[in-house]
């Protein structure tokens, strides 16, 4: 490889030098704040992109009849031709990455180039109205500069992977705590003391970066809502199954598409992948004109304003964006799940609430939340740190536990397999050898 031949031309003292442990560290710790700057990058592209949309709206609504579908094709187009291994969340690629153990194999998920192709496609998804968020998408490139950073350090490569990941999370939504239990609970599956500290290096070193450029922040706002103990509390149980069985049908839709459906619709899938995008993004247009517009983008607006009260729900705002989500996310243009199945929740724990009078419709809202985000993530401790953190709802914490295990547990009913690792079970096979995987 020229990069292997590079590196051996680099005189030998100058080598020892970079592969000083101090100098290392301070490689990683440049990683951990490149992730940071891009985080932030991301989400400011994200709104003027959301935005952007917006404004085309007001002008027209029908005008997503056209912009949505064209947008979805040329998407896809670029993330299979120019940019390989971009499409979709980006979490799977990830957790892919560290069970490979070649290095030119696994650099085809965590390349700089893929990184650079999410963020260019993730922003044109959104330019154009898909139901997708930034989170997935920031997880790969986190993952994919810190493995840049510790290219010489073969034997970190899965620690880095990892860290890069879990500050992808802290730094997009200003959530430190889920940033590291994502990366335990998810991207892992098993607590490695042994990177432990470079986790939390690198999510300090992205979280600093995000404060810097943003402040502190509580991606939601903060809520004092609460849950009397009660006949409120009945809502719990409801909300977790109801959230499970939801999340758990939208997984396994995106795993069945993602394998392959059977007979000719199968086929055709495989055949135009362009063309199904583009039919992925009529359905995604088509049910923005249903809501006014409001299934379009991450969901944070929307899901914002129920939670404060500040907005009445659209009759047809949750099953919409559960729709629009789920077409977004078959359809293989770069998105992310987070935000989007966090305004899903937000609409189940809306539309739910006349039946819970006793409740405050803040509570519920949240309790939805997690319900529906663990049911489809199936990590329970990740979606109630995540939004009990953009929230700060620290009275809720009781009941946002309670509703993640049920959900988890529910889903599991529905999905036996966790959504992104059997995302990326096919792309091991794809590009490790037999026997070869870590």
């Not at 039919?279 to 995604?284: A, D, E, N, Q, R």
């Not at 729709?323 to 966090?342: C, E, K, M």
Request: proline content about 6%.
């Amino acid at each position: 490889m020229r990069g292997e031949g590079s590196w051996r031309r680099v005189s030998a003292p100058l080598r020892r030098r970079i592969l000083d442990p101090g100098t290392r560290r301070g490689l990683f710790l440049v990683g951990g704040l490149c992730v940071g700057a891009a985080a932030v990058l991301m989400a400011q592209l994200a709104d003027a992109a959301q935005a952007a949309f917006r404004d085309l709206l007001a002008l027209s609504p029908l005008a997503a009849l056209a912009v949505t579908p064209l947008g979805f094709g040329l998407a896809v187009l670029l993330a299979r031709r120019v940019f390989p291994n971009s499409e979709g969340s980006g979490i799977p690629q990830v957790i892919a990455a560290r069970q490979i153990v070649e290095p030119e194999r696994r650099a085809v998920l965590v390349s700089l180039r893929v990184a650079v192709g999410k963020i260019v496609v993730m922003t044109l998804g959104l330019l154009c109205g898909a139901s997708a968020g930034r989170e997935g998408p920031t997880v790969q490139v986190g993952a994919a500069i810190m493995a840049a950073a510790g290219r010489r350090a073969p034997e970190h490569q899965r620690g880095l992977l990892l860290a890069g990941g879990a500050a992808g999370v802290a730094a997009a939504f200003n959530t430190p705590l889920a940033g590291i239990v994502f990366g335990i609970e998810e991207l892992s599956r098993s607590f490695e003391s042994k990177t432990s500290g470079l986790v939390l290096g690198t999510v300090i070193a992205a979280g600093l970066t995000s404060l810097a450029l943003l402040g502190n922040y509580a991606y939601f706002g903060t809520t004092a809502a609460t849950l009397p103990f009660g006949t409120g509390w009945l809502a719990v149980p409801v909300f977790g199954i109801v959230g499970g069985l939801c999340g758990g049908l939208f997984s396994r839709i995106v795993i069945a598409v993602a394998r392959g459906l059977p007979g000719r619709p199968g086929i055709l899938m495989r055949r135009h992948p362009v063309a199904f995008a583009m039919l992925c993004g009529l359905g995604v247009a088509l049910c923005g004109l249903a809501t006014g517009g409001h299934v379009h983008g991450t969901g944070y607006e929307e899901a914002k304003a129920l939670l404060h009260g500040t907005a009445d729900p659209s009759a047809w705002f949750g099953p919409a964006k559960f729709l629009a989500t789920t077409l977004s996310s078959i359809s293989g243009i770069p998105g992310g799940l987070f935000a989007p199945s966090l305004a899903v929740g937000a609409g189940l724990g809306a539309h739910l609430s006349p039946y819970f009078a006793q409740a405050p419709i803040g509570a519920l809202v949240l309790i939805g939340m997690v319900a529906y985000l663990a049911g489809v993530l199936q990590a329970p401790i990740t979606s109630f740190v995540i939004v009990s953190e953009m929230t700060e709802a620290h009275a809720l914490v009781i009941p946002l536990m309670l509703a993640a295990l049920l959900a988890d547990a529910t889903s599991k009913l529905i999905c036996p397999e966790g959504l992104y690792h059997a995302l990326a079970a096919p792309i091991v096979a794809r590009l490790a050898p037999p026997g070869r995987a870590a």
